[in-house]
């Protein structure tokens, strides 16, 4: 459990604890309307400057990002009205790279979630990362065309989940597609670690062709709770982000061992209701965020 926990930049705490601190920052809330607008939240330009990534994935922002096209080869982006399709130029060209790769597949398209507000920050809800430009949600559903992705994803109804109501087993949804986008994903050697659901990671445990082919790649997946629908990838802090603050390295191995067991377990699919708790004050932000904040 830890490992996964500290990919996050959580301090270890009793779960109890932990999962009120999870909903209170975002990192559990599937919705659009949790929470109030942020100074960030509210900036329409990018920073002009040379790209850069600036401190971590939760207390960041990004200079000089570029915007998604809002459709491009393999991939559509979608919720465009939140604002949050900005992003270091290496986290797009990753984005372009997954569409070209099933569009080589079978030309289908793959769905992009969000990525960062244009100067990065804070956002008003659904997430405590995407902080720093280095981070995107990919869809785990494929589309046929840009309109039907759209319709099939409006804002408060995510495209179907690929784990069973137990969150123990993958769907039948779940095929050759999901494995290979992801797959394609945790290979690049620009992503940092991905972020799923568990039952995805130990259906991919148990997968025999992904034995047979290698699963080192695995390793980069790490269990969290949701998930279940699509996946986050977080990138490497970029050559050229010299205030960019990486997180931890993500431990040895494949991770399709006991600590993957207790993502599964009755304790971690059924928190305790009721907890309360007090996040502890977070880093102060960054000085190279605050000029960004206040120059706009």
Known sequence: MTASLSDLMIRRRPLSRLLTVSVLFGLLAPTWALAAETPWSRIQTTAPGRPSAIGGPSNGCVRGAEALAAEGQGYVSIRRHRNRYYGHPETLALVQTLGRAMERRNGRLVMIGDLAQPRGGRMSSSHRSHQNGLDVDVWLTLADDPSSARRSAPEGRDPPSMVTADGLALTQRWGPDQLFLLRTAAEDPRVDRIFVNAAIKRGLCRDPAVRRD????????????????????????????????????????????????????????????GASSKPSAGPPTPAECRALLTGF
Do not use: I, M, T, Y
């Open 214 to 273: 290698g699963r080192g790649w695995l390793r980069k997946l790490r269990p969290w709770w949701g998930h279940d629908a699509h996946f986050h990838v977080r990138l490497r802090c970029p050559a050229d982000s010299p205030n960019c603050s990486p997180q931890a390295p993500v431990p040895a191995g494949d991770g399709c061992d006991a600590s993957l067991d207790w993502w599964l377990s009755a304790e971690a699919r059924s928190p305790k209701k």
